[in-house]
């Protein structure tokens, strides 16, 4: 039997009442009978940048007025303006170079030297910036030929060349100034994109982590409730169920926040506690719970099931090292503005654990990855060592309301 190969197609949302294309021109590429639609926001954005072009030679217009009408006298006694004839002068040269902006600007880009190599573009911008004075000094002169007072509509010619003998070199330094400008804005474009690509790349491999973590801290639990439910279900049938309800009901709320939610403390409890519960069928009369928390805390925002390895720990480190039973206790409340939360094992009974016997951290050790990428130099983890009859796992967090906090706030 053979199975069709997936084909992906690309089709066409046409408009209501536009026509098919005919059957002959059908073979042919489309990209080459059918322009490509320009972006809703192109023409705003060269609209917003012809207006930014506009004000900054505004500004220098003004600029290079106010210098002439005041320092005109005093340099070239006889060239010196008014101030309205000043300012016109100015604004018109400011605004021609306006209009020339953009396509120097695409010459620069295009004539950019890209190694060190690259020295054939030298000339090609040397002849631009030529092109570029002579035709900002011809529209100059036309304006001023045409639509200037009559002493200044004389000899076309003459008025050119004297133009051009006094302002032909500062045409062609505005020219390469419009480059340099140019290469510097790209310069720094190119930087800040880098530098949001570099945030972005972070920020997803800080998920990618936490997510990798979150998926580690299920199967041990996962595998050690099932093969605690298999032997239930003949023997006691009710407490299977309840099992199962539970496990259920921890999988629901764990799934329902992503790796890097921040959930109520109260909440994280809840998780807890189901957690125990099924310790405690597994276990049945080897382990005793017991939680201390401070009402102030109960609204405090927690990394989602950052509790369930440090009970792990205290699981795999204490009932199951120990041959009577165990107490467990789970305690939180506020410290010097930071939330400090603890879990205990130790013995309840007289069976304690040789110190010989060696604690695993490597449940603590998921803790403290997860902590670091969520809290960077602002949270605490220690474990101890064996105690007199126990061990215990401490937390310090920033202490931060959970209503005030959005989920993936901590990675910031």
């Known amino acids: ?20 294309e005919p059957r002959a021109s059908r073979g042919a590429p489309r990209d080459s009978l059918k322009a490509v639609p320009e ?3 192109a023409g705003l954005t060269r ?4 207006v930014e072009i506009l004000l900054i030679w505004s500004i220098v217009g003004l600029f290079i007025a106010a210098q002439r009408y005041l320092r005109g006298p005093s340099l070239q006694p006889r060239l ?8 016109a ?31 054939w573009a030298i000339p090609l911008l040397l002849a631009a910036g030529a092109a570029a004075a002579l035709l900002h000094l011809t529209a100059t002169n036309v304006f001023w030929h045409a639509f200037g007072p009559p002493e200044a509509s004389g000899d076309f010619s003459a008025m050119f060349l004297a133009t051009l003998a006094f302002g032909g070199a500062a045409r062609l330094a505005t020219f390469f100034g419009i480059v340099g400008v140019t290469w ?18 972070e920020r997803e491999l800080v998920q990618t982590q936490l997510e990798a973590l979150k998926l580690r801290l299920h199967p041990p639990f ?13 023997t006691e049938p009710r407490a299977a169920a309840r099992t199962v309800v539970q496990l259920g009901d921890i999988l629901r709320l764990a799934l329902h926040n992503d790796a890097t939610g921040l959930v109520p403390l109260k909440t994280e409890l809840e998780y807890i506690r189901l957690y125990l519960q099924i310790e405690q069928t597994r276990l049945q009369d080897r382990l005793d719970v017991h939680f201390a928390i401070s009402p102030d805390v109960l609204d405090s925002a927690v990394p989602n099931l950052i509790l369930l390895p440090l009970a792990e720990s205290a699981i795999a480190n204490g009932v199951s090292v120990r041959p009577g039973r165990a107490r467990i206790e789970i305690r939180a409340w506020p410290e010097e503005g930071r939330l400090r939360i603890e879990v205990h094992e130790s013995a309840a009974d007289s069976a304690e654990v040789p110190s010989a016997v060696p604690i695993d951290d490597s449940f603590v050790r998921k803790t403290k990855m997860r902590l670091e990428l969520l809290y960077p130099e602002r949270h605490r983890v220690s474990i101890s060592d064996r105690l007199e009859k126990g061990h215990e796992v401490s937390l310090r967090l920033p202490l931060v309301p959970a209503a005030r906090t959005p989920a993936g706030a901590g990675a910031a």
Do not use: C
């Open 89 to 119: 002068a100015s604004l018109v040269t400011a605004y021609l170079w306006a209009l020339l902006t953009p396509a120097v600007m695409r010459v620069a880009r295009g004539l950019r030297p890209r190694a060190a190599g690259a020295l």
């Open 184 to 201: 510097g804005l790209d310069d720094y474009r190119t930087y800040r994109e880098k530098e949001l690509q570099a945030s972005e790349l």
């Open 222 to 234: 996962l595998f050690n409730t099932l093969s605690t439910i298999l032997p239930l279900i003949r």
């Open 47 to 50: 609209l917003h940048r012809g």
């Open 1 to 20: 039997m053979r199975t069709a190969a997936p084909r992906t197609r690309v089709s066409i949302v046409r408009e209501a009442g536009e026509p098919s």
């Open 80 to 87: 010196a303006l008014p101030w309205g004839e000043s300012l």
């Open 39 to 41: 972006a809703p926001g």
